[in-house]
């Protein structure tokens, strides 16, 4: 098993560009998410999905989009690269989304937009 | 609303001496607790979870942290540490039908 995988590792984007971050995860999860983490601040929810065609908003979801068209794979679509933006995102999967599910976090994957 | 704080932002310690990081919490039901460990350019990786069975909870890597509700406290222990365990710690709760609320993160150093 190779877990919570993410691509790119890092990448520099100009404003104004988009660019997809890639996240597979082969445990047969039905739950993904999507965080980012700035500098000396914990995790913020991005956008989850509970399932093949289904997404929902989670904390700081403008400025991006998500489809989720197979179990494995949950994109996040950056269109217009803003400085804000840059940040390190994570992606995670859970079996479940109750309150005591463990959620298996991605490598991360380190952006920076100027 | 649910909300956690940890209550050092870096912690430095000896090797072989004992860790502790320093987590409370607010929630309006009996939360989840969880504390994920994220070494440097790595991912969150579970330390252990408190999910309203034993009080004291024991992890891996030799950590532990004991749940006191009348405190609303989740710290996080370890005997000895070791120069491996440097890292950055999160605490995170969790109620039911909510996303996970995380903490600042507390930097761990540890000097030999």
Request: glycine share 8%; with cysteine; hydrophobic share 30%.
């Amino acid at each position: 098993n190779a877990g919570v995988t993410q691509t790119p590792k890092f990448r520099i984007l100009k404003i104004g560009q988009s660019m997809t971050l890639q996240c597979t995860q082969d445990m047969n999860h039905n739950y993904m998410y999507w965080y980012r983490q700035d500098p000396g601040m914990g995790l913020k929810l991005i956008y989850y999905s509970v399932g093949a065609g289904i997404t929902d908003k989670g904390e700081v979801p403008n400025g991006y989009n998500v489809s989720r068209s197979t179990t494995e794979d949950f994109p996040l679509r950056l269109e217009l690269a803003a400085p804000s933006q840059t940040s390190v995102y994570f992606c995670a999967s859970s079996y479940g989304h109750g309150s005591q599910e463990t959620q298996y976090f991605g490598p991360g994957t380190r952006l920076l937009v100027l | 609303a649910q909300s956690v704080t940890q209550l050092d932002s870096h912690v430095s310690v000896s090797e072989g001496t004992p860790v502790l990081l320093r987590c409370n919490y607010s929630s309006s039901y009996s939360p989840s607790l969880f504390w994920y460990v994220q070494h440097p350019n790595k991912g969150l990786q579970l330390l252990l979870k408190y999910t309203s069975a034993a009080t004291l909870v024991k992890g891996i890597n030799g950590f532990e942290a004991e749940f006191k509700k009348s405190e609303t406290s989740f710290h996080l222990t370890k005997p000895s540490a070791h120069m491996s365990d440097a890292a950055e710690y999160f605490c995170v709760v969790s109620e039911p039908g909510t996303a996970l609320i995380f903490g600042k993160g507390t930097t761990l150093s540890v000097s030999s």
